[in-house]
């Protein structure tokens, strides 16, 4: 399986070890029910937002599960606040992107242009986590296509995040933006195979199976066909061009000789 680059791994960090449904099940049950639920709305966020900074996931998820609870009360500053988490690396990888995309940023976008538009634009954002975030936190929004909780001309603001972030040759960029556009095509597959024949030459191999994974047989072979022609005309136009710079190389060099 490849990995991502380096620069973009955090080093593993340190887990309790308390298993998923556990944490959810018993322990922030039991948190919500004697201490957490009878906070204020202020207090319950402020708590939300300083387990967000802390190192385990398990602690990160307790965070999320506060703001699960609390869908309407999410604002843009608290959006702004977790975004400059991102951008300073205290939240790094996929794990964090897509657990706060659902848990949170998923909330505040239903139903608003405004705040759709804010996420969309970290489409062009040059921390990684974030721009798979414009692409994930739309991922159980796009089977609804313009219908409600949606709006008209939302899967347009999802297509013109999908032509960015799938420029991208990052991994996890990639699968990001697979996932959406999966999501994406099984609403409306015109849109997905318009994108694709526009894109192609961009997709990585996963990248692309993610985005046809739902599509008939036929329709996966097609496709696969059409991005390995591109592939193969692009390196024959690499190739062109590498034998080009060599024949001005050597040209220039006899004439210094």
Known sequence: MKKASGKHMKKAQPSPGV???DLKEIVFKNAWDNYLGGL??????????????????????????????????IYKHDIVRIEQLFKE?????????????????????????????????????DCLWLQRASCV???????????????????????QVCDRTIQNPERFAQLGTGWLLRNIGSVDKNQLFAFLERNIGFFSREGLSYAIEKLTPAERKKIKAMRKNVCEVKVEEDV?????????FSTKKRKQN
């Open 240 to 248: 062109d061009f590498e034998a080009e710079f060599a024949e001005i």
């Open 40 to 73: 204020s709305e202020n207090d319950k966020k402020e708590v939300a937002h300083a387990l967000l900074e802390k190192d385990t996931c398990e602690e990160r998820l307790v965070g999320l599960f506060i703001f699960d609870k609390i869908p309407k009360m």
């Open 89 to 125: 690396g205290k939240l790094a990888g996929w794990g964090c992107s897509d657990g706060v995309s659902d848990y949170v940023f998923m909330h505040w976008v239903q139903g608003s242009i405004e705040n759709t538009r804010y996420i969309c634009e970290w489409r062009n954002s």
């Open 137 to 159: 936190t739309f991922v159980n929004l796009a089977k609804y296509g313009d219908s409600s909780p949606n709006f008209p001309g939302f899967m347009k603001m999802l297509d």
């Open 19 to 21: 298993k998923h449904p």
